[in-house]
């Protein structure tokens, strides 16, 4: 057993590297591995409802010969029927690791002290380590060992969050447009800020789509409206007005621009149906990748 992944900041190049080179290999030669976690059970700890990342770990395990158990809000309730700490140590006992789907990412953080084992961050509120490997895996598919230039075009979120991370430890560009009081963690950004003085990286910040889209190499968007923040739906509706990634802001692209989203979308609202089912579209090559790229990390994380 060797860590965690709580979030990008927990890998250094050389694992970032080495998640990569798994990946392509577990994607292109899946037999390869079908016996590589076989005895290994994790448990899918689940506060939020989840497609991708339930089936793509679940799917993942399966296919390296490991299996799960889902512990959806209602199995476990934790810090509520039961103290994080506790549930934590109990299920030490039995299981090999655990993936996380939570609100806080606070409880992913008490859960790893008491767990001894590898915890990966599926979802928190806070990041998407996932998610953003997929990301720039997909980016690599496309561009090679380039370095690109993305565009996030939204809400401030765990997804972006985990983006300036590893543009930052990658040593890409990345431009962010966020409405006003919608822009990323300020602790976020200082940190991948100091990392990209390291590697080279830029992060460009403006509350202006049109700025981050010109010349990129890809443009990215997630929904305006995360899950827990419906009450708020109509306040933040009229904030992004005008962030859509539309014909118009891809255009400002480079020409063969990628266009990514991490799902679920709502097309209408954050991109438009034209754009996300169009030719420069990524996004269900993001969706596949994160089976392959999550099997990489099981890999890293725990193959023997």
């Not at 560009?173 to 100091?194: F, G, M, N, S």
């Not at 149906?273 to 994380?301: C, I, P, T, W, Y």
Request: aromatic letters at 8%; hydrophobic letters at 40%.
């Amino acid at each position: 057993m060797k860590k965690h992944l709580i979030s990008i900041k927990d890998l250094d190049f050389k694992d970032i590297e080495k998640i990569y080179s798994l990946a392509e290999e577990v994607k292109h030669s899946p037999e390869s591995f079908q016996n590589a976690l076989r005895g290994q059970k994790f448990g899918l700890i689940f506060e939020k409802p989840s497609t991708r990342t339930w089936v793509s770990f679940d799917t993942g395990l399966f296919s390296l010969g490991g299996s799960s158990v889902y512990l959806g809000p209602d199995d476990m309730q934790l810090g509520v029927r039961e103290e994080i700490r506790d549930v934590a140590r109990v299920l030490g006992r039995y299981l090999s690791g655990v993936i996380m789907r939570t609100f806080a990412h606070s409880t992913i953080t008490e859960f790893e002290r008491y767990f001894q084992k590898p915890v990966i961050n599926g979802l928190s509120d806070y990041e998407h380590p996932c998610q953003a490997l997929a990301d720039y895996f997909t980016l690599r598919e496309h561009h090679g060992d380039k370095k690109t230039t993305l565009a996030f075009i939204g809400d401030g979120n765990n997804v972006l969050n985990s983006l300036l991370y590893l543009a930052a430890k990658l040593g890409h560009e990345i431009r962010y447009a966020t409405p006003k009081k919608h822009e990323p963690d300020k602790q976020v950004l200082a940190e991948a800020r100091a990392l990209a003085k390291e590697t080279g990286a830029k992060i460009i910040g403006t509350n202006d789509p049109k700025e981050a889209a010109r010349g990129a190499d890809a443009l990215y968007t997630d929904v305006w409206v995360s899950m827990g923040q419906e009450k708020i739906r109509a306040q933040k509706l009229k904030a992004f007005k005008g962030f859509q990634v539309n014909e118009k802001l891809l255009a400002l692209a480079k020409k063969k621009a990628l266009v990514m989203h991490c799902l679920p979308a709502h097309r209408g609202e954050e991109i438009t149906e034209g754009v996300m089912e169009g030719a420069n579209s990524v996004v269900f090559d993001q969706a596949e990748n994160r089976l392959h790229v999550q099997k990489a990390v099981l890999l890293f994380l725990c193959a023997s």
